[in-house]
């Protein structure tokens, strides 16, 4: 294909093409009301096709009245006749609220367009399109060029049409602290559904996506379109579904309530929404995300990702140099090659009372500070990481008590707290020096390689206190001092790699993966909870990015016994790491860890860049399967949760193979991949006979013709 992909198919029209699909958009002037309109988006079509689109919308009527357009537009305004969901809403001088727009022109590149629309009261605005492999990126610029200050009470990255089908049904992920990533399909609604965060953070309570299908699309089979939106502070995005049929999905930074000023000279960028279409059924439509992400998302997507060891569960905040040394031996044993410190190792912290703030490691429990542990690591062979939760302050530390005025708040109010903590504000220039100051002291003094970010609390009283009516630029500008903190270390600490927390799994986007390499997908450490959530992570995010640990049986936070075998295969589906107490398991337990962390070693590259294939099953509620492909190695990790309540398939057909291709098992069993994908492979773990939870690791080899 070539490199051009951005295409002009007629007078002030465009098309956006991937290498399987398009999307057609231009200018459609009605008298004064310019709309920049969709007028395709689904497979990709032949090149002298693209142009027969165009201004192919029919009209229910003749009236403008009974037949709003504004579902079609790429960033529909509050203003005209308009009463849609508006991507766009401002308020101008003297409490003028019609957005009105003409086109002025495009601005067009290979592979990127931006069309500039002017508001004769002085906004610029600014449609951007840029196709990146097999995803259109849009975002929106928004510049005040007139004289009076302007405020935006929304303003999204883009709003996308569904074309007209049977049905309509989408596909999310919703849930809560400790069951994040739960799996959510039902027919759209005829009104508008929205998923949002209001807490500062992308959230536990849902994630920036939604997939929408005509009800008949399977794992391997149908057309989805895929919206999501890479931004990690607050969020809001609308499903609407006409009850004349049509279908929209706006998605923006931001939620309802506060609103952006904008000032004469000033411009606001939003982050990019992220459209997909893909006719593979889910699976491929997530398979397609993955590669995004490893070819445009990550910053280091091929590396292979170390095991890690980390002592939050063993330890809680019981943490010291003796202790840590310790778990930091045994873990060598095991195999583990990243040693990672958590909560509780500096200031007063001995629990989530005080110390927050205060990063110097505690002088009570590490005499001769973290260089006696961090040398230990690495002459045991392992890279060194420590847990650090920058964005936050016990009011019990004495950060806190220097710099009172660096939390969100606004005078006059309460400032409270969740679990003892207060937000520092990354709006401000100072807390930005401070942060870069002592995380880049940590990673030098240390020799460190790996931070794991923690974000433990949601925003409350999200004040700005000297920004005044300019105060909700915070939700904005929080996120960006993140990214700009975390931006920075990386680039003075090339080694560096970050693993992105918020209390389990409350910030995963892809605005947070371009500057982390994993990502804690939740504090549940339960295996079979743990199934259901890494099966929601994996409908857009890649494996290798999912960082799961095996810790303790009965598990800390349900109580539920689950064997060790079954618990590695569950985390071995990602990044996988351990975070049990290695002193209290037997010899036997420590022998087959050890065995099953080599095996997941053998394999790793496969299950971490491979190909992923949701097989078959409900993770964690049935029997079900996942598979891998990556060049010759195929790796398929099988559970069963139940012993005899549930009748599984006595085999599971694998997908993806090479059907002329013989595959060859480690018992010297081969046959054609034509033969895996139709007639399928028999899995011991699915029969009937034995225990509940049974598991295993099927490794196939492509043989060479
Ligand atoms: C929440 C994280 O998700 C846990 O893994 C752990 O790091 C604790 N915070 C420490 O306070």
Redesign the pocket.
């Known amino acids: 294909m070539s490199s051009v992909n951005i295409l002009s198919v007629g007078d002030r029209a465009w098309a956006a093409v991937t290498k399987t699909s398009a999307f057609v958009f231009g200018v459609e002037a009605a008298g004064e009301d310019t709309r920049v309109v969709q007028w395709y988006w689904g497979p990709r079509l032949p090149e002298a096709a693209l142009a027969e689109v165009v201004g192919q919308v029919p009209r229910r009527t003749g009236s403008g009245f009974h037949d709003p357009r504004d579902v079609d537009e790429l960033l529909p305004v509050e203003g005209g006749r308009r009463w849609g969901v508006p991507s766009l809403q401002a308020a101008y001088a003297g409490g003028v609220r019609s957005v009105e727009l003409s086109f002025v022109e495009a601005v067009l590149s290979d592979t990127e367009i931006e069309l500039v629309l002017r508001d004769p009261l002085g906004l610029r605005v600014g449609v951007h399109v840029k196709v990146v492999s097999e995803v259109v990126e849009r975002w929106v610029s928004v510049a005040n060029e007139g004289p009076h200050a302007v405020r935006l009470g929304r303003l999204d990255s883009g709003s996308w049409a569904i074309p007209e089908q049977a049905g309509y049904r989408y596909t999310g992920v919703a849930g809560a602290w400790a069951q994040e990533t739960q799996l959510h399909r039902a027919e759209l609604a005829v009104g508008e559904t929205t998923f949002t965060s209001r807490t500062g953070t992308t959230s536990h309570r849902a994630n920036p996506w939604i997939m929408i299908d005509a009800g008949d699309a399977t794992e391997e089979r149908g057309e989805v379109w895929t919206v999501a939106l890479a931004w990690s502070g607050s969020w809001r995005l609308t499903a609407q579904r006409r009850p004349e049929g049509d279908v929209a999905v706006t998605a923006g930074f931001g939620h309802d309530g506060p609103s952006w000023p904008l000032d004469p000279g000033e411009t606001l960028v939003t982050p990019s929404a992220l459209g997909l279409y893909s006719d593979g059924g889910f699976g491929a439509a997530s398979r397609a995300w993955h590669d995004y992400a490893r070819h445009h998302v990550l910053p280091t997507p091929f590396e292979e990702r170390p095991v890690l060891y980390n002592s ?1 569960e063993a330890t809680w905040f019981d943490v010291n140099e003796e202790g840590q040394i310790d778990l930091a031996r045994r873990a060598a044993e095991l195999g583990v090659e990243l040693f990672v410190v ?2 509780g190792w500096f200031g007063s912290r001995t629990d ?1 009372r005080r110390g927050l703030g205060d990063w110097w490691p505690n002088p009570d429990r590490f005499p001769q500070g973290l260089s006696k542990l961090f040398d230990t690591v690495r002459e045991l062979g392992m890279r060194a990481g420590l ?1 650090v ?1 920058p964005e936050m302050v016990n009011p019990d530390s004495d950060l806190y008590r220097e710099h009172p005025d660096w939390v969100l708040h606004y005078p006059g109010r309460r400032r409270d707290t969740l679990r003892n903590q207060l937000v520092l504000n990354y709006g401000r220039a100072d807390v930005r020096e401070w942060a870069i100051g002592w995380l880049s002291g940590l990673v030098s003094d240390y020799g460190l390689d790996y931070f ?1 970010w ?1 974000m ?1 609390r949601s925003f409350t009283q999200a004040g700005w206190a000297e920004a005044g009516e300019r105060a909700d630029l915070l939700w904005i500008e929080h996120t960006r001092g993140v990214y700009a903190v975390m931006d920075t270390l990386r680039e003075r600490h090339p080694r560096l790699r970050i693993e992105s ?1 918020s ?2 799994g409350g910030r995963i986007d892809f605005g947070i993966l371009r500057r982390t390499d994993e990502v ?1 997908t939740s ?1 549940n450490t339960d295996a079979r909870d743990r199934q259901a959530i890494q099966d929601g992570y994996s409908y857009l995010y890649p494996a290798s990015a999912m960082s799961a640990w095996v810790t303790d049986s009965p598990n800390p936070h349900t109580r539920r016994e689950v064997p060790l075998a079954y618990r590695f295969h569950v985390a071995m589906a990602g990044a996988l790491g351990v975070g049990g107490d290695l002193t209290r398991w037997s010899p036997a337990e420590l022998e087959q860890a050890r065995e099953l962390i080599a095996a997941y070693k053998a394999v790793r590259p496969a299950i971490q860049h491979g190909r992923q294939h949701r097989l078959a099953g409900t993770p964690g509620v049935t029997a079900s399967a996942v598979q891998y492909v990556h060049e010759d190695t195929v790796v398929v990790l099988a559970y069963n949760p139940f012993a005899l309540s549930k009748h599984p398939p006595r085999r599971v057909r694998l997908a993806g193979l090479d059907p002329e291709a013989v595959y060859e098992d480690a018992a010297g069993e081969r046959r054609h991949g034509q033969t895996l994908m139709s007639h399928g492979l028999a899995l011991p773990t699915w029969s009937t006979e034995g225990s509940d939870y049974r598991s295993e690791m099927v490794v196939l080899r492509r043989l060479g013709i």
């Open positions: 939050w958590d909560d989530d847990w939760e794991k923690d433990n927390c209390g389990g804690w504090d």
